[in-house]
């Protein structure tokens, strides 16, 4: 069963804490996101990456970076977390050139800040 | 500026009865488009998709409709469930774009038995 896989549920950090929150896909996808869900915003784009070492902002990448050193990784950093990166955040894979299926989604990490 | 819009936030239908979700956007480029469920604690997940080039797309009790003039689209659900009770997001893309999806911010479909 192809999954993707996020490393914790529930993760609760203190404010100015760097925190890792970890994305593992065994599809051999080559791209992968890392999205944030909030109320009445739904999904927002943090990053993407189509390629090993390659990375691409998305729509809010402030306070966030991400790195991919291995094909089935992605990992998002908070360097210093804030009361407001309180969210559920989500990360999803693809093909390149996708399918008609989209993006496979993780379960989700939900984070607090405090 | 939200390129792509899901103006109710909720909408609750009786059992056996029509489900229609609809979504809204403004970007000419996107030219295919996709919805995802999702229940709490669970990862979206994909429903149906349509491209750009057709207008109508059904899979079972779930079809899209596509209306590129009025940049619209709407999923109808026919007959509703009490398990089709979840948040459904509107996705759409553009080609070129590794397929990078821009979401609405979702509809909470609550389906009474």
């Known amino acids: 069963d192809v999954k993707v896989t996020q490393s914790s549920r529930y993760l609760v950090k203190r404010t100015g804490e760097k925190v890792f929150l970890e994305c593992v896909q065994d599809m051999d996808h080559e791209n992968m996101f890392w999205y944030r869900q909030d109320p009445g915003l739904g999904l927002r784009l943090i990053y993407f990456?189509?390629?090993?070492?390659?990375?691409e902002k998305g729509d809010i990448p402030e306070g966030y970076s991400v790195s991919r050193e291995k094909k089935e990784r992605f990992s998002l950093i908070l360097e210093s977390a804030s009361t407001n990166q309180t969210s559920m955040y989500l990360c999803a894979s693809s093909w390149r050139q996708t399918t008609n299926y989209g993006y496979t989604f993780g379960s989700g990490t939900r984070l607090t800040v405090v | 500026d939200q390129q792509v819009k899901q103006n109710s936030p909720s909408l609750s239908v009786q059992e056996g009865r029509i489900s229609i979700l609809n979504c809204d956007y403004t970007n000419s480029m996107f030219d295919y488009f996709l919805w995802y469920k999702k229940y709490p604690a669970e990862g979206p997940t994909f429903l149906i998709s349509i491209s750009s080039i057709k207008d109508k797309n059904e899979d079972g009790r779930f079809t899209v409709f596509l209306n590129k003039s009025a940049k619209h689209l709407s999923l109808h659900i026919v007959p509703s469930q009490p398990g089709d009770s979840a948040v459904y997001f509107c996705?759409?893309?553009?080609?070129?774009?590794?397929?990078?999806?821009?979401f609405g911010s979702g509809t909470q479909l609550t389906v009474l038995p």
């Open positions: 996705a759409a893309s553009r080609s070129g774009s590794a397929r990078q999806l821009t």
């Open positions: 990456s189509y390629d090993v070492k390659m990375k």
